[in-house]
């Protein structure tokens, strides 16, 4: 056994938490093979104590089987996993300090949710007291305390998720795993949840790993994103950073409505390869792609608006599709070879663009994101 397998497997849980409030993660070349399949290759990643760091991508990108490696539910092929400046690689989950939220509630039916609860604390060989006094804590937590003596086939889904959320918190751990917690529930309660996690994880200052596939709850919810696609790191950001500045066209696609526009950089300017356009910018001669988002584009009636300004694209096109989405209006204008996707928000005495009608689109060169 080699000596860092046999210092892991001899901390207790005490030893594997941090002294600041929530644990920190770190992943080192971490590889995870099932058979000759690759789910994971090296990946690296630090997370912060306090962190709320949030796994996106799409299915089969490896998510789950990071979540895994850290819960300690399955052990790396190569690579670490360190929590605090422990190796925890081959510790298993039961000594591991941390609490996990699964898209499946996974509540003991036969069990009352007070019951649920006390159980990960009687096993800690808790007093009855203490048993007592923190399942009551943790059901006021999630605002549930009345519900203490029913059996989850008594609650809502809702209900359910967050017993299991009470039940992963009651026993105060500095780190907190969830995958695609709120998969389950409807839009109105995903987001009531979205933001009651939030509260909670910022009030406790816990770590949080969290594991989904939609881009607005991860922009909601997290500090930083990190996506994810075949198993590797495609970009670690701030939800501003991720939507404003994507570096690569899998990223811009995966937060929302983009447009692409291939083209060619020559002399300090892109110039489009429909021929439409040209921006200043500062990056190597060569064929190029930019990434522009459809409310960076300004709509103006008729052929002749637009903002003819230095650094400005000036486009004009004609209206071929107008969604109204509530706040908002989706149009697909034609210019040239290109179908411009562009939003406005939608205000009160302001007509809007007709199908079939002429309008003039123009966008600042700083919104323009070159890819690489
Ligand atoms: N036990 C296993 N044996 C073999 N292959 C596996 C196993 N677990 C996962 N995989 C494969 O590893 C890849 C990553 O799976 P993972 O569950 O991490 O994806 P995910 O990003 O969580 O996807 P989803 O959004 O669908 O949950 C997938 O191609 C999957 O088929
Ligand atoms: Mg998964």
Same mark, same amino acid.
């Given at each position: 056994?080699?000596?860092?397998?046999?210092?892991?497997?001899?901390?207790?849980? #005490? +030893?594997?938490?941090?002294?600041? $409030?929530?644990? @920190?993660?770190?992943? !080192?070349?971490? &590889?995870?093979?099932? *058979?000759?399949?690759?789910?994971?290759?090296?990946?690296?990643?630090?997370i912060r104590s306090g962190e709320f760091l949030t796994?996106?991508?799409?299915?089969?990108?490896?998510?789950?089987?990071?979540?895994?490696?850290?819960?300690?539910?399955?052990?790396?092929?190569?690579?670490?996993?360190?929590?605090?400046?422990?190796?925890?690689?081959?510790?298993?989950?039961?000594?591991?300090?941390?609490?996990?939220?699964?898209?499946?509630?996974?509540?003991?039916?036969?069990?009352?949710?007070?019951?649920?609860?006390?159980?990960?604390?009687?096993?800690?060989?808790?007093?009855?007291?203490?048993?007592?006094?923190?399942? #009551? +804590?943790?059901?006021?937590?999630? $605002?549930?305390? @009345?519900?203490?003596? !029913?059996?989850? &086939?008594?609650?809502? *889904?809702?209900?359910?998720?967050?017993?299991?959320?009470?039940?992963?918190?009651?026993?105060?751990?500095?780190?907190?795993?969830?995958?695609?917690?709120?998969?389950?529930?409807?839009?109105?309660?995903?987001?009531?949840?979205?933001?009651?996690?939030?509260?909670?994880?910022?009030?406790?200052?816990?770590?949080?790993?969290?594991?989904?596939?939609?881009?607005?709850?991860?922009?909601?919810?997290?500090?930083?994103?990190?996506?994810?696609?075949?198993?590797?790191?495609?970009?670690?950001?701030?939800?501003?950073?991720?939507?404003?500045?994507?570096?690569?066209?899998?990223?811009?696609?995966?937060?929302?409505?983009?447009?692409?526009?291939?083209?060619?950089?020559?002399?300090?300017?892109?110039?489009?390869?429909?021929?439409?356009?040209?921006?200043?910018?500062?990056?190597?001669?060569?064929?190029?792609?930019?990434?522009?988002?459809?409310?960076?584009?300004?709509?103006?009636?008729?052929?002749?608006?637009?903002?003819?300004?230095?650094?400005?694209?000036?486009?004009?096109?004609?209206?071929?599709?107008?969604?109204?989405?509530?706040?908002?209006?989706?149009?697909?204008?034609?210019?040239?070879?290109?179908?411009?996707?562009?939003?406005?928000?939608?205000?009160?005495?302001?007509?809007?663009?007709?199908?079939?009608?002429?309008?003039?689109?123009?966008?600042?060169?700083?919104?323009?994101?070159?890819?690489?």
């Amino acid at each position: 056994m080699p000596p860092q397998t046999l210092v892991a497997n001899n901390l207790s849980n #005490k +030893e594997v938490e941090t002294t600041s $409030r929530g644990a @920190s993660v770190e992943f !080192r070349a971490l &590889s995870k093979n099932y *058979g000759s399949f690759e789910a994971l290759r090296s990946f690296d990643l630090s997370i912060r104590s306090g962190e709320f760091l949030t796994l996106l991508g799409p299915s089969g990108s490896g998510k789950t089987t990071t979540l895994m490696l850290l819960a300690g539910f399955e052990f790396p092929s190569s690579g670490q996993v360190l929590i605090g400046d422990q190796d925890v690689s081959r510790v298993p989950s039961w000594r591991r300090d941390q609490g996990i939220v699964f898209q499946s509630y996974s509540l003991f039916p036969h069990m009352t949710i007070g019951q649920n609860l006390a159980f990960p604390l009687e096993t800690r060989g808790l007093q009855k007291h203490e048993v007592a006094e923190k399942t #009551k +804590e943790a059901l006021q937590m999630v $605002r549930l305390d @009345s519900f203490a003596d !029913r059996y989850p &086939s008594q609650l809502s *889904g809702g209900q359910q998720q967050r017993v299991a959320l009470a039940r992963a918190l009651v026993a105060d751990p500095p780190l907190l795993l969830m995958d695609e917690p709120l998969g389950a529930l409807d839009k109105n309660l995903r987001e009531e949840m979205q933001i009651e996690i939030k509260h909670i994880q910022q009030r406790m200052r816990l770590t949080v790993l969290y594991v989904t596939h939609d881009q607005e709850e991860a922009l909601t919810m997290s500090d930083r994103i990190v996506v994810m696609n075949e198993g590797q790191i495609q970009q670690i950001g701030v939800p501003e950073e991720l939507y404003e500045r994507p570096r690569t066209r899998f990223v811009a696609e995966f937060f929302g409505d983009v447009n692409i526009l291939p083209g060619r950089i020559s002399g300090g300017r892109f110039e489009a390869a429909d021929n439409a356009f040209g921006l200043p910018v500062q990056a190597l001669e060569g064929e190029a792609c930019g990434a522009l988002r459809p409310e960076k584009i300004a709509i103006q009636e008729g052929a002749e608006g637009g903002r003819k300004m230095p650094g400005w694209a000036v486009v004009p096109g004609e209206v071929i599709d107008v969604i109204y989405l509530g706040q908002m209006c989706r149009y697909v204008v034609r210019s040239g070879g290109t179908d411009y996707i562009v939003k406005t928000m939608v205000s009160p005495g302001v007509a809007r663009h007709a199908k079939g009608g002429t309008v003039t689109l123009s966008w600042d060169a700083a919104d323009f994101v070159l890819l690489q």
